[in-house]
């Protein structure tokens, strides 16, 4: 079984602290990918990576970095947080090499920014 | 880039009832079609998929779904709901040579009622 695990599931940061989330992958999977979700404008993708030390942005990357040093992790930085970055982040990885391929999604982080 | 619609944020359904969720993507390219349930507080996990091949594709929990290329849809239905069901359900789409980018719609919200 595909397993992706986020390192927290409810978080709660002050605003202008930096913020990590942690997302590790178990099956060798060459993409991940970092989106946020918000009621009503569904999964936006922040940034996505194809492989180590690679990164993509999404369609909302402003605020936001990436970091993937090792292939099995890859991490999301709130370089200083802001109460419009509370959100439920929802980390994600495939293999590659073909569009078809599903996504594996973890449980998700819930952050709130006070 | 692809557009996805889901033209309902809610649907309620009296159990074993049946159901259609709707989900329509703007670009007559080829494309790979996916469907996502979320329960609450957890991540996306795949119902189904179509890649190619026959335009009915039947997923897990009962779930299938008809792609229609001239209407650029692909519902997803199920004839008889159960209380389990109650769950956020996601529409995506890729495009081939994209990279595994996936395309999500705003989610429909699914309540079935006892």
């Known amino acids: 079984d595909v397993k992706v695990t986020q390192s927290s599931r409810y978080l709660v940061k002050r605003t202008g602290e930096k913020v990590f989330l942690e997302c590790v992958q178990d099956?060798?999977?060459?993409?991940m990918f970092w989106y946020r979700q918000d009621p009503g404008l569904g999964l936006r993708l922040i940034y996505f990576?194809?492989?180590?030390?690679?990164?993509e942005k999404g369609d909302i990357p402003e605020g936001y970095s990436v970091s993937r040093e090792k292939k099995e992790r890859f991490s999301l930085i709130l370089e200083s947080a802001s109460t419009n970055q509370t959100s439920m982040y929802l980390c994600?990885?495939?293999?590659?090499?073909?569009?078809?391929?599903?996504?594996?999604f973890g449980p998700g982080t819930r952050l709130t920014v006070t | 880039a692809q557009s996805v619609t889901q033209l309902d944020s809610q649907v309620p359904v009296f159990e074993e009832a049946p159901v259609e969720l709707r989900c329509n993507y703007s670009s007559s390219v080829s494309v790979y079609l996916f469907w996502y349930v979320q329960y609450p507080n957890q991540g996306l996990q795949l119902l189904l998929k179509y890649l190619s091949g026959s335009t009915l594709v039947k997923g897990i929990n009962g779930f299938e779904a008809e792609f229609n290329k001239s209407q650029t849809s692909f519902h997803l239905r199920k004839p008889s709901v159960h209380i389990s069901d109650t769950a956020e359900y996601f529409c995506a789409v890729s495009e081939p040579n994209t990279g595994n980018q996936f395309y999500f719609g705003t989610g429909t919200s699914l309540t079935v009622i006892p």
């Open positions: 099956m060798d999977h060459e993409n």
């Open positions: 994600a990885s495939s293999l590659a090499g073909q569009s078809s391929y599903e996504q594996y």
């Open positions: 990576s194809y492989d180590v030390k690679m990164k």
